[in-house]
């Protein structure tokens, strides 16, 4: 059975969020935060640095000017496609709150 593109790019989509920490960094980093300031006190230092990873592959984040990549990542901000899946997010809860 033939895959659509569509199917290709919502499976990967899934795939992203569903690493541990992603939506985190990502929600922190719209808000200004670092990936390290976006998780809880004591979460792993390798799924952070998956998570950094993960959304630097997809081009959602780019490292600051100093280029340092994991395991620094608090130098890491959020690129015009990460603002975008960012606010694709955020989109549905805001329906919601209108709704309740």
Same mark, same amino acid.
């Given at each position: 059975?033939?895959?659509?593109?569509?199917? %290709? %790019?919502?499976? +990967?989509? @899934?795939? !992203?969020?569903?690493?541990?920490? $992603?939506?985190? $960094?990502? /929600?922190? !980093?719209?808000?200004? /935060?670092?990936?390290?300031?976006? &998780?809880?006190?004591?979460? %792993?230092?390798?799924?952070?640095?998956?998570? &950094?990873? +993960? #959304?630097?592959? @997809?081009?959602?984040?780019?490292?600051?000017?100093?280029?340092?990549?994991?395991? /620094?990542?608090?130098?890491? $901000?959020?690129?015009?496609?990460? +603002?975008?899946? #960012?606010?694709? !997010?955020?989109?549905?809860?805001?329906?919601?709150?209108?709704?309740?």
């Amino acid at each position: 059975m033939a895959r659509s593109p569509q199917f %290709d %790019d919502f499976a +990967r989509t @899934v795939d !992203l969020l569903s690493t541990p920490l $992603v939506v985190r $960094v990502l /929600y922190g !980093l719209g808000d200004g /935060y670092s990936p390290l300031e976006s &998780v809880p006190d004591g979460s %792993d230092t390798s799924q952070i640095e998956e998570a &950094v990873r +993960r #959304l630097a592959d @997809v081009g959602a984040l780019r490292y600051g000017l100093d280029g340092l990549a994991p395991p /620094y990542p608090e130098h890491a $901000v959020l690129t015009q496609k990460g +603002r975008r899946i #960012l606010d694709v !997010l955020q989109t549905p809860s805001a329906q919601f709150a209108d709704e309740a």
